[in-house]
């Protein structure tokens, strides 16, 4: 449904032509300074229309909070947050309404609610992902002010231009280390760090622009300075909750943790994670990183770090030949603009889905830590 | 925590050396005929010590039905199993004690919990999973008795050694339509259904085992006849629920549905599923299934198919260099005969999670089908 | 949290000075009629302001649906909506802010918080209700839809004036079984049915009024044309649901269902509602309703009717000793005009906590309905 | 459904019949000691069989803890518990069984599940609360061990005989104050405090055994030394999770909490508790107490107190004139030998349901406290 979370909380609303859209977010701590700065910089982030590399369609986005802050606090109450629409009419109904688009939600959200909305796929829409990210920017405020925790994605791939995320590469968890927002915006739209790429990955998208076509990617994120013990076995091992949230965003085909697909090939003996004692933090850190920070479902106090692959976008303007809701064979070719890579737009929706985990895996650990430091 | 599920639901318990482990399962339809004979075989599948590819401990993991059938029938009550752990006596502490497992749970339980079981992870035991194998065994007969629903799991890959799973290959394909688990148990322990690399798996297997070593591998599972229209947009995906299932799943490191990391390299005009009539069955199909089986989170009526990667067993008795709990550097080789590969078994845990997340979608969908059917 | 139910699912925000409250609506079933005209009258109806017997300030309450509709049909996504506040500025603190009102949420807010919100209680305002009223409205239509459900909530007491609420009465439970929205407010504001108490009714909140004073009252609510079935045992029984719904309701402080607290003086014998064949209905029926409608937590057929006590609203303009935050004993009166009885306006809350509790019940159990037609 | 709580959290299972009944909590708090001492207790005291006052049958009800505990201590895992049936064959079928039993859930069990289980009602069995009051009673040890926490609950009322539970009488609120377990079970079974009553409830109870009738009653429960900020705004305010966790228990029929019914004859002048500061306890403290301890929905460190109306038993031995399953008018009588009041013996599930409300409630406060001490 469209609530996420236990005790942090977001329910989101909002398809394509309607008023706005937005979200309710429940268990937001209290005292926290708060106002629509902190907010819109990811939506910004999410915008399409930020260069030629996504789609033109410029909306303005600005959110609005409109409860659950008083004089730029936080009240522990609901903050609702909204966003309008620029364009709000259900369109008319065309030739290509005929057609449910291949790979859309268009025939699967008819199976399920028996009609069509007017934008097609309903809620699986981009701008859904308007109230994620919204409240994501708060759930990243509070766990920053927590213990300065970090949340960094960027673009390793796009089509078959890849860089390295290897995680079996020192210069890889280095990069996983030191990577910040700043660095991925530097890159441009494309948002890949590596330099030595990132030219190519511009370039496949605007080849498969340039064909009416799209392309697909995948985005890595890592999380820094989280602490250790957050994640609750069995069911909702800390994995599982990311693995949710990455599933649950359009587009999305996959996600890997730490050694993730490629880590099945080593022995135990060169995949295990060794503990060694760090004088300097003094606590026990592992000298490798394969588990991605997290080891039986729960957080280890290492780098948190996982991938996400994104199909290439399933509306294109080149012709296919499927068929209409009636079944008759035709050729449809999508109407308008459309973004050729949702990959590098995708960044703050993969960060805002991390920071909603993990701020509610935090407060719930927080309640399983003080019961243990009552009983005896 | 330990409950899983919305309607259809299954709460487990049970640890390696208390009494008992299995669950409670809520939400199953009355009027099922259900016996133990229906759960057992799915817990004999689990049960290391088949054959010298697993464990040689012989556990017999009997399950007793506690409630909620009556003259072998479901009464739509909460039906709990139990299973006896031959071996319930916490074991004495040795040397081994003092280290935690590299890459076990042993560090981040301490971590959580503030204290260790003498078991070391805890519910971070294989023995937790046979109440979910238990659970899945009823949620799977209610899924075969509504619509034929088969699931089937493979074995596709052991360390470097791979069967194809390629989402573009027509053969991969026949592969997913066919499979069945005798076929799948024909082969042996091993589980992997392509003759040609069978072998080379075991001895793969029996490679690292004789290093005193462990090997991770891949499983791959298919679901055929569910029908379309389930799933619930937007965080509930039926693909963000199976994530959620497959990385709950004790040493699985990802999930990749349909073409997954390999698609993203495919621009939309190769990757999207064209539509067409199908005469035979009335109904729209899909000429290829790159998004294998769920569009925009719901399920559209052809087979859903998924891999699932597993790391390496983190208990090995090779010697491992690492710290103690108070951060001395030592060797830990850990005592007894540990499985050299968690993958062949993790065969009917992968079906049971997937039975799981697909009776409560079901159950659910059903019920929007029932609310949009009398309104207007 | 803020927010209630399970398949049909409400989600609410919103405090006094805040710029909107409101709420999110998941899980309408999609392709019914709706639009604000449909939510309209009973967020009038809760509406202070409309006559002497409630508070003078005249809020406006148009409420805007957001998402969810198009054509005016819902869409079966999130349903959003938003009423403005008019009063959107925190107040300037006056001395009265130095005192917890007593029995009011500020005291308590505090301690849980940590902060005083401008509007004192927070959460606890009047105007968090308006979210409620208008879920509960898209609630109602579905149910009304469905079967013709029927709520009518009425007012049977105030202070000391009562009307008949005896359960082994006949002219009770006829009165049950016709009463509607529209008898009840022909009462005019007072909304007590019996017109031979309705007046005494007006005198006494008259009364109360006279001596800046507050008077409680009591609301009782009947359900007619439910089917039998609903309620999930055993935590979610149907009365529990519905206890559970009332008592969340600002000021309320019980519930009884059926014979209630009077019933237990009756013996087995006379209480229990014997069977009877009815030859109209075609189905077993009771001749009595002691049970309220609901046997062994689940719904039989019957009318279902309750009784909720709302406290004397606690903000008087009375002087009253009590003790300010920082403990310095101290008189204080609220400024301004107060509601000095909630009890009227509390009705149409009554109705949509009711609807939603039953809306969700509904949903499940057709869902249980389709699991028993399918197993054998 | 089975299962309540939301971070603590019990699933029970079982009915007359099966093999057994129990249930697995979970969100235990880790390290606490805990052994089958610490639950018999209670369950010995909800056990039929203790004296003629109710029935004779006598189960062992003996508590076997399955998981989650190792040498005494509990681990932060699922703790199951078992508690064998005696009496596990499901009974032949006689001619009592043509017959719904009147107020029973014989007939709603039927509408619900399309089908009768041998005991009847299903779920619907006293035994269905003995997971009920295991759960509860590790839920009380952690609260205890917390903050010295009180859950006691007494008989006030057995059909028209009553005690005083006047909440505006100060001697009530000082026996609230002062009553123990102890104080209770030393009036024998009749578990009512007040010995100028006790000996007429016991002949009423005796009165309607003789008549092969029944008999209702009521029950209070206080709680003592909670602090306060306990509760969720909105539809989780503590006393609604209160009145559904009372309403969940089997023949109650109501729920009303500090001054309640009664309390709404009072203008807010006399209802409102005035605020004082208490130089012992360096706090604010209310000079009265008709808010139960509960002010918007959080606790306010006040006692709470609340009352539960039982209804008389369904199942009773006297002719009754009610109709078959198939609609046939015709005579019932139950065989066997039943239970003339539940009352005293609701009193262990009344205190057991109070404390599961009570543990969930504290840990998520906790949380909520560790957020806003980390915000600014």
Known sequence: ???????FRVTTYGE????????????????????????????????PGQSKLSTPRNEKDRVEIQSGTEFGKTLGTPIAMIVKNEDQRPHDYSDMDNYPRPS????????????????GGGRASARETIGRVAA?????????????VEIVAFVTQIGKIKMSRDPFDPNFHQLLQTITREKVDSMGPIRCPDASVAGDMVKEIEHYRGLNDSIGGVVTCVVRNLPAGLGEPCF????????????S???????????????????????????????????????TNNSGGIQGGISNGENIYFSVPFKSAATI?????????????????????HDPSVTPRAIPIVEAMTALVLADALLLQKSRDFGRSVVH
């Open 236 to 247: 909702d091992k800390l994995e599982a909750l990311l693995a949710h949230a990455m599933l």
């Open 317 to 337: 303007c080149q012709e296919q030949e499927t068929a209409t809701y009636d079944g008759k064979s035709g050729v449809l070719a999508a109407k308008g603009r």
């Open 104 to 119: 859309h939600a268009d025939f699967t959200y008819l199976e399920k609610y028996g009609l069509k909305a007017s934008s």
């Open 1 to 7: 449904m469209s609530t996420f979370g236990s005790v």
């Open 16 to 47: 394509s032509h309607c008023k706005s859209v937005g979200c309710i977010v429940d268990g937001v701590p209290p005292g926290m300074s708060l106002t629509e700065d902190d907010i819109q910089p990811q939506l910004t982030r999410r915008r």
């Open 249 to 287: 965003i359009p587009a999305s085909k996959g996600f890997e943790i730490g050694s993730g697909f490629e880590g099945v090939a080593l022995p135990g003996s060169e995949h295990n994670d060794p503990f060694y004692y760090d004088e300097e933090e003094k606590r026990l850190r592992t000298k």
């Open 136 to 148: 994501g920017a708060i759930a990243e405020k509070f766990l920053n002010q927590y213990s300065n």
